[in-house]
C-alpha cells in the first residue's frame, strides 16, 4: 500500500473561484462592490499575459478591475504616487505590483 496523496489542484481552484464568487455575490447583494487594481512597469510580455489572465479571473468572479500601465522609464517614486492614490481610491480593495519589475527599480 502506497503512502502517495494525489492533490486535484485544478479541482482545488475551481472550488476556490466558486466561493469568492459567491462571496463577491453577497457582497454586491449589500450594493458593494470589489476592485482589485494591478500596475504592470514595463513591456514584459510573460507580466502582459499574468495580468490579462488576472484580469479575466476577476471578470469570471464579479470583480471590478483596475490596470495601470507605466512605462519601462517610470521612478520609484511615480510608482508609489500611484500606490498612494490607488490606495485611497475606495473603488480599490487591493493592489498588485506585477513582477518582475525593471532593473533599475528596487522597491
Known amino acids: 500500500m502506497s503512502d502517495t496523496i494525489t492533490i486535484d489542484g485544478k479541482a482545488i481552484a475551481t472550488d476556490l473561484r466558486a466561493a469568492v464568487t459567491a462571496q463577491v455575490n453577497e457582497l454586491k447583494a449589500q450594493e458593494k462592490t470589489v476592485g482589485l487594481a494591478v500596475i504592470l512597469v514595463g513591456d514584459d510580455p510573460a507580466s502582459h499575459v499574468y495580468v490579462r489572465n488576472k484580469v479575466n479571473a ?21 510608482i508609489r504616487a500611484t500606490i498612494e492614490k490607488l490606495n485611497a481610491d475606495n473603488k480599490v480593495h487591493g493592489i498588485l505590483l506585477q513582477l518582475p519589475l525593471p532593473q533599475h527599480l528596487s522597491l
Open 58 to 78: 476577476c471578470e469570471q468572479a464579479g470583480i471590478e478591475s483596475h490596470e495601470h500601465r507605466l512605462s519601462e522609464d517610470t521612478t520609484a517614486d511615480e
